[in-house]
């Protein structure tokens, strides 16, 4: 069997965090694939989503965001990001539309491989000429395309769709019809309930939570949620419990009718500077 009429390859999204790379990896898919919050480096490890349409199969790898590593966590999420940029048919950059450019944006764009697109993502909320002044410094890296788009509201991201796949070289589909991500169900558990966790916490603890699905049975799960320091313990669990339960309301709307999840609070002290920590939450 040949594919020389189908066109399927790899596609990693990169950026500085907060730019809105997993909202995007969710609007071309059409399907939440990828938890969201704006708390920076929510995404921690290569998410994959997959486009599947008549003669093409794309596979988009949503990668944390590229930043000044201040922990060993912070340097494998770089190392994550990189990675997925040495073996893709595409590499698509990602920069907001509605903050000034920095360092961290040109450290991306420098390291982003020849033939890359830039998309200019949130211009809804962002001037035209803001918008206008953003596309004109970015032509200086000579990129192949650029697409002034947004990720949110949906304008721009058909039109992005379709160069990516006109993008891709002739080969064979890497997943069955249907399928949207690899990643597992338990694994997908454990990020619903970091991301709600994400969204109820007004402390400065995004990263040093950390969560772990460890038991799943036919209507029972049991989900760890991992801490740096018995101070946060408490932080977590709220009064009398007030933030896990507004935590498992959050997530069991994800879940099957009648699913039990039980939620744990450990303390893995300095975990995101520990080895045998980050090799055991898979990151």
């Given at each position: 069997?040949?594919?020389?009429?189908?066109?399927?390859?790899?596609v990693?999204?990169?950026?500085?965090?907060n730019?809105?790379?997993?909202?995007?990896?969710?609007?071309?898919?059409?399907?939440?694939?990828?938890?969201?919050?704006?708390?920076?480096?929510?995404?921690r490890?290569?998410?994959?989503?997959?486009?599947?349409?008549?003669?093409?199969?794309?596979v988009?790898?949503?990668?944390?965001?590229?930043?000044?590593?201040?922990?060993?966590?912070?340097?494998?999420l770089?190392?994550?990001?990189?990675?997925?940029?040495?073996?893709?048919d595409?590499?698509?950059v990602?920069?907001?539309?509605?903050?000034?450019?920095?360092?961290?944006?040109?450290?991306v764009?420098?390291?982003?491989?020849?033939?890359s697109?830039?998309?200019?993502n949130?211009?809804?909320?962002?001037?035209k000429?803001?918008?206008?002044?953003?596309?004109?410094?970015?032509?200086?890296?000579?990129?192949?395309?650029?697409?002034?788009?947004?990720?949110?509201?949906?304008?721009?991201?058909?039109?992005?769709?379709?160069?990516i796949?006109a993008?891709?070289?002739?080969?064979p589909?890497?997943y069955?019809?249907?399928v949207?991500?690899?990643t597992?169900?338990?694994?997908?558990?454990?990020?619903?309930?970091?991301?709600?966790?994400?969204?109820?916490?007004?402390?400065e603890?995004p990263?040093?939570?950390?969560?772990?699905?460890?038991e799943?049975?036919?209507s029972?799960i049991r989900?760890?949620?991992?801490?740096?320091?018995?101070?946060?313990?408490?932080?977590?669990?709220g009064?009398?419990g007030?933030?896990?339960?507004?935590v498992?309301?959050?997530?069991?709307?994800?879940?099957?009718p009648?699913m039990?999840?039980?939620?744990?609070?450990?303390?893995?002290?300095?975990?995101?500077s520990?080895?045998?920590?980050?090799?055991?939450?898979?990151?």
């Amino acid at each position: 069997m040949t594919f020389d009429d189908y066109r399927s390859g790899f596609v990693a999204i990169i950026g500085r965090p907060n730019v809105g790379k997993s909202t995007l990896i969710n609007s071309l898919v059409g399907k939440k694939i990828s938890i969201v919050s704006t708390k920076p480096n929510t995404t921690r490890t290569a998410i994959r989503g997959i486009i599947s349409g008549d003669g093409y199969q794309v596979v988009l790898v949503d990668t944390p965001g590229i930043h000044k590593p201040r922990s060993r966590l912070g340097a494998r999420l770089n190392n994550t990001a990189t990675d997925a940029m040495s073996d893709v048919d595409l590499a698509v950059v990602v920069v907001d539309a509605s903050a000034s450019m920095g360092p961290g944006d040109e450290r991306v764009l420098a390291s982003a491989p020849p033939g890359s697109f830039i998309v200019l993502n949130k211009v809804d909320r962002a001037s035209k000429s803001a918008i206008m002044d953003r596309l004109l410094r970015l032509s200086s890296y000579n990129m192949e395309e650029y697409f002034p788009i947004s990720a949110k509201t949906l304008e721009g991201v058909d039109e992005l769709r379709e160069a990516i796949v006109a993008k891709m070289p002739s080969g064979p589909p890497y997943y069955p019809p249907g399928v949207v991500s690899d990643t597992t169900e338990t694994e997908w558990i454990a990020e619903l309930v970091r991301e709600a966790l994400l969204e109820i916490l007004r402390e400065e603890l995004p990263h040093s939570l950390a969560t772990m699905v460890t038991e799943v049975e036919e209507s029972y799960i049991r989900c760890e949620i991992f801490v740096e320091r018995d101070s946060q313990k408490g932080i977590v669990v709220g009064h009398r419990g007030s933030n896990l339960k507004e935590v498992g309301i959050l997530v069991r709307k994800s879940l099957p009718p009648k699913m039990y999840l039980e939620l744990v609070v450990k303390v893995a002290k300095d975990w995101q500077s520990q080895n045998r920590y980050l090799d055991e939450f898979g990151l």
